[in-house]
């Protein structure tokens, strides 16, 4: 029989932050687990609230490629293209001091006008499932939406304000109308 090593299992080695007191308090902080994962908190809780991430968050990791030549409009540092939450997008290179962030589908190209209210412009967005839609920025005045991006031509056939692309296909988006180029 092999002989099991007991030191894997040694809980009495301890770690840096077990000696550690806490800075609000002067009580000793403990390992604690919650939904975002592990963390330190006071062993005086609830008369003490204090609470420290285990580790500490790097904001420079999350920097994909910097953009040479391009430049932050609130602060006039270097752009570039970070990977977030919800996929990636074009940040500032001095976040936390600036927090300027642009969408990385967006060229720069303007939309069209609301076909129904004629007042707003219909602006991308992005569904809570990470689908790409369209819609009109005077919500909840007005509720128009289309899934495929609008483009700035009437329809010949009904007169409808704008053509949708669609699968490389330019089509109204006018219910019954059918039109196809």
Same mark, same amino acid.
């Given at each position: 029989m092999s002989k099991i090593d007991s030191s894997l299992f040694n809980t009495q080695e301890s770690a840096s932050w077990e000696q550690e007191a806490c800075p609000q308090c002067g009580a000793n902080l403990e390992l604690r687990h919650g939904k975002h994962g592990a963390f330190l908190g006071c062993a005086a809780y609830p008369a003490c609230d204090y609470l420290r991430p285990l580790?500490?968050?790097?904001?420079?990791?999350?920097?994909?490629?910097?953009? #040479?030549? *391009?430049?932050?409009?609130?602060?006039?540092?270097? %752009?570039?293209?970070?990977?977030? !939450?919800? $996929?990636?997008?074009?940040?500032?290179?001095?976040?936390?001091?600036?927090?300027?962030?642009?969408?990385?589908?967006?060229?720069?190209?303007? #939309?069209? *006008?609301?076909?129904?209210?004629?007042?707003?412009? %219909?602006?991308?967005?992005?569904? !809570?499932? $990470?689908?790409?839609?369209?819609a009109c920025n005077h919500y909840p005045d007005c509720r128009f939406v289309v899934n495929d991006k609008p483009l700035d031509k009437r329809c010949p056939n009904c007169d409808f304000a704008i053509l949708v692309e669609r699968k490389g296909q330019v089509q109204c988006p006018k219910k019954g109308c059918g039109y196809q180029e």
């Amino acid at each position: 029989m092999s002989k099991i090593d007991s030191s894997l299992f040694n809980t009495q080695e301890s770690a840096s932050w077990e000696q550690e007191a806490c800075p609000q308090c002067g009580a000793n902080l403990e390992l604690r687990h919650g939904k975002h994962g592990a963390f330190l908190g006071c062993a005086a809780y609830p008369a003490c609230d204090y609470l420290r991430p285990l580790k500490v968050i790097e904001h420079d990791q999350d920097i994909e490629k910097v953009l #040479e030549g *391009s430049e932050c409009p609130q602060c006039q540092h270097s %752009l570039a293209i970070k990977k977030g !939450r919800f $996929g990636l997008f074009i940040g500032c290179t001095h976040y936390p001091d600036c927090n300027h962030i642009a969408d990385i589908n967006d060229q720069g190209q303007a #939309e069209p *006008s609301c076909p129904i209210c004629s007042k707003g412009q %219909l602006v991308a967005r992005t569904s !809570r499932y $990470g689908k790409r839609f369209y819609a009109c920025n005077h919500y909840p005045d007005c509720r128009f939406v289309v899934n495929d991006k609008p483009l700035d031509k009437r329809c010949p056939n009904c007169d409808f304000a704008i053509l949708v692309e669609r699968k490389g296909q330019v089509q109204c988006p006018k219910k019954g109308c059918g039109y196809q180029e």
